[in-house]
């Protein structure tokens, strides 16, 4: 959401729940400044619910999951309420979902979707409705198994088929109305925080006709298609109720940048291609309030690495109204292992929450997963206080030039270091640079809200080294620059010399558990990652 929403303070919704408020102007905000949310599914059941045809059964199983998810720190959930052309709400679009009873159209004996809205607004969580705009089945092509008040059944002309199931055609301008229709159906008479569609446009891979190639006219129609349908949803959403957000979840990959220079560096499937969801176009237009990319790989991964589309979605997103916030893919033994080190990287490049796939994994806590979070989001809140901080002295001191030599793993370097009140400065890229690669690399992310610097550790570093001239004798300024590892802040002392930072070598190696040595016959300076600080 966006950040000003998530400001709404608790008061509110105190005298909201004390007044049994239902006014669709009011859209509820989770008060934590971090947003934590999760997807729960429920195609095939797959996270809920688990009973069909049981009232209480179903109530009991969601409140249970909630309360759990809550005791994380999860502040939103993200339900898969049409995830088949069906409805989990009473809808006069849309057919009840045979997830709920086992029979399409069958009345569930309650609603479901207001039910589950008001018991995530009792946690202080927010609730996503989230649909999938285009699909009727997951597998099948036949019409009579679906209700008699399937929009699908009653409009055959609708339909497109591909790998033995049904889709709405997304070039149909009649079927374009029917989803801006059943999202605005949701939005007039639910008190939803947001409406939330996945990476499910065209089906994966759709052929195109003899002839044609992917950036094509009949592929850029398609996009067009996709475009027109995201356009009028979001254009609906704000004519009904400006505070209700709208979010889509494309493909972590929009295109690689040997398909286009302003893609990504990677080298793996594409959402302009194969799904034809233009997701940077959504952005630039303004017509999502955010975006969650599926980021569902692991830091390093050579095909789609994390962190090199952390950046790029992130730089997508700048000077843009869009909120960013990260599919986290949990569901991946690679991805749960590391949870913590991406959600500490996503902080330096100011991404605003994450999403997580999926809730099984949480609820199972697989490989750790969970107690990961736990732990991180609890630990995010810092607690009130009324002492001050500590005030930074501002002191200029002699900076002497350092004709040690300096070495890195044993291989010599040239850096500019100086000595301050008999202790070295370095720069930190040039740390940074010269232990890229090892099992000790870093990198180093500006914040210039804050002017802070973090350093992220495991993280190949993305900068180059300073300037190689010769250093010489000259004056140092205290530095106010805060540094964090990894997210939490670090108290060491550095200097501004020659409009750069320098940071005390052992201040540095400590932090970074790096082997820092004194050769007293060659005054030499060695820096040894294969070895922890001492």
């Not at 609890?378 to 009130?384: L, W």
């Amino acid at each position: 959401m966006k950040k000003w929403l998530r400001k709404i303070g608790a008061t509110m919704l105190s005298a909201f729940l004390l007044m049994g408020s239902t006014n669709l102007e009011t859209v509820y905000a989770a008060d934590s400044k971090d947003f934590c949310g999760v997807w729960i599914s429920t195609v095939y059941s797959a996270d809920y619910p688990s009973v069909q045809n049981n009232i209480e059964g179903q109530k009991t199983e969601f409140t249970q999951k909630l309360d759990k998810l809550k005791a994380l720190g999860v502040n939103a959930v993200v339900v898969q309420v049409r995830p088949k052309g069906d409805a989990f709400y009473e809808s006069e679009l849309n057919p009840w979902s045979a997830v709920l009873t086992g029979v399409q159209g069958k009345d569930p004996g309650y609603d479901p979707m207001e039910f589950m809205i008001e018991e995530a607004h009792k946690r202080g969580m927010e609730f996503h409705a989230w649909m999938n705009p285009y699909r009727i089945t997951t597998s099948g092509t036949d019409l009579a198994a679906l209700s008699s008040n399937n929009m699908a059944r009653q409009h055959p002309d609708w339909i497109i088929t591909y790998n033995g199931a049904m889709y709405y055609d997304p070039a149909n301008e009649q079927v374009k109305e029917y989803i801006r229709d059943t999202v605005g159906e949701v939005v007039k008479n639910y008190n939803v925080d947001a409406i939330h569609f996945d990476d499910y446009f065209y089906p994966s891979n759709y052929p195109l006709s003899e002839g044609e190639t992917r950036d094509g006219e009949e592929a850029d129609a398609r996009r067009e298609n996709v475009n027109d349908m995201v356009r009028m949803v979001s254009q609906e959403i704000k004519k009904i109720n400006p505070k209700v957000q709208f979010g889509i979840s494309p493909l972590g990959i929009w295109k690689n940048n040997s398909s286009d220079p302003s893609g990504s560096q990677t080298n793996g499937g594409e959402g302009y291609y194969s799904v034809y969801g233009d997701a940077k176009d959504w952005v630039e237009n303004g017509w999502v309030d955010y975006i969650v990319p599926q980021l569902y790989w692991e830091i390093g991964y050579s095909y789609a690495d994390y962190e090199t589309l952390v950046k790029w979605w992130s730089d997508l997103v700048k000077n843009t109204d869009v909120t960013l916030y990260i599919g986290q893919g949990i569901y991946k033994d690679v991805v749960a292992k590391e949870i913590t080190q991406q959600l500490k990287l996503n902080e330096g490049y100011q991404v605003d929450g994450s999403i997580f796939f999926s809730a099984r994994d949480l609820f199972d806590d697989r490989q750790g997963a969970a107690t990961a979070l736990k732990k991180y989001y609890n630990g995010a809140e810092t607690p009130e206080t009324n002492e001050p901080e500590t005030p930074i002295v501002i002191e200029k001191k002699k900076a002497f030039a350092t004709r040690s030599a300096i070495t890195v793993n044993a291989m010599p370097v040239s850096f500019e270091v100086y000595t301050i009140n008999d202790y070295t400065y370095f720069k930190l890229r040039d740390i940074a640079y010269s232990i890229n690669g090892t099992q000790k690399q870093f990198n180093t992310v500006w914040n210039e809200e804050d002017a802070s610097i973090n350093l992220l550790t495991g993280s190949s570093y993305s900068g180059t080294t300073g300037n190689s001239t010769t250093a010489e004798d000259t004056s140092a300024i205290t530095s106010t620059a805060k540094l964090y590892l990894d997210g939490e802040k670090q108290s060491v002392s550095a200097f501004t010399i020659n409009d750069y930072t320098y940071y005390k070598l052992r201040d540095i190696a400590k932090i970074l558990d790096i082997g820092v040595t004194w050769d007293e016959k060659t005054s030499t300076i060695g820096i040894d990652t294969t070895k922890g600080y001492e």
